[in-house]
């Protein structure tokens, strides 16, 4: 929600705009807009890429507290000082729920931090990562340092595809799918990964009897949930009988 804006001008206690000497920036920001209200900002170190892609906006920012922060069409998608807690909560209930996970398919995941907590667990043998952004993956593997071994790993498939053409052409089936991808938004890129139809004509199928899918929802809070994590919810429990919810928001809205 919002537009991120890069702000490359600081700003003194008197809200005046000022330069530093030699005429670099004093102070670089992002900025992105939460509500019409309400914006957030970070402080920068720099910006390691930017740029479009056949799908998407897609920035690499080096942000000053928070690490490098990854960016998709204006939304921050994650950063570096607390990914681990949206991708560990992502992977290991579902691959601790499994008797004996062997085989995962992640559909998204471009940046590699799910891939990484999938190979954690000693019964994997084979993890197939299914992106349709290559420009995305290609700047993770460089900047994202904390995910090279997991990119390395001879147990990891990487594929550059859409995730349902990919699921739909294989004849393998699936200990665990995971959905690690962006929100549902109509005309984007993963809009149809969330629908219905996909998930009873192409993903359930392309489960074990014992298989478990997992799929992010977005913002769960009391303000934003409506947002898109409350329709994912009543599509998925029309195609799943059992299932359980496990709910992580990074949403300032959910705390503010």
Request: hydrophobic share 40%; glycine share 6%.
């Amino acid at each position: 929600m919002g537009e991120a804006v890069e702000n490359v001008s600081g700003t003194n206690a008197h809200g005046d705009r000022h330069r530093a000497k030699d005429g670099v920036d004093a102070c670089k920001w992002y900025e992105e807009e939460i509500d019409d209200d309400l914006k957030w900002c970070f402080a920068l170190n720099s910006v390691l890429h930017r740029g479009t892609s056949k799908f998407q906006d897609i920035a690499l920012i080096d942000t000053k507290h928070f690490g490098k922060a990854l960016v998709i069409d204006g939304k921050m998608q994650s950063a570096e000082m607390d990914e681990f807690i949206y991708h560990e909560c992502l992977i290991h209930p579902s691959l601790l729920c499994h008797p004996n996970p062997k085989t995962v398919f992640i559909m998204g995941g471009g940046e590699g931090s799910a891939a990484r907590e999938v190979l954690k667990h000693e019964t994997i043998q084979r993890v197939v990562m299914c992106d349709i952004d290559e420009e995305v993956v290609d700047f993770c593997r460089r900047y994202l340092t904390v995910n090279c071994e997991a990119f390395a790993s001879d147990k990891l498939c990487l594929v550059i595809n859409d995730a349902r053409a990919e699921l739909e052409k294989r004849e393998e089936k699936y200990d665990i799918i995971v959905g690690d991808l962006a929100d549902p938004v109509e005309g984007g890129p993963c809009y149809q990964l969330y629908t219905k139809s996909f998930y009873e004509q192409v993903l359930k199928p392309k489960l074990h009897h014992h298989g478990v899918f997992v799929t992010q929802a977005g913002p769960a809070g009391v303000l934003t949930h409506k947002e898109v994590f409350s329709s994912i919810y009543n599509t998925l429990k029309h195609v799943f009988k059992r299932k359980f919810t496990v709910l992580v928001s990074f949403s300032f809205r959910d705390i503010a």
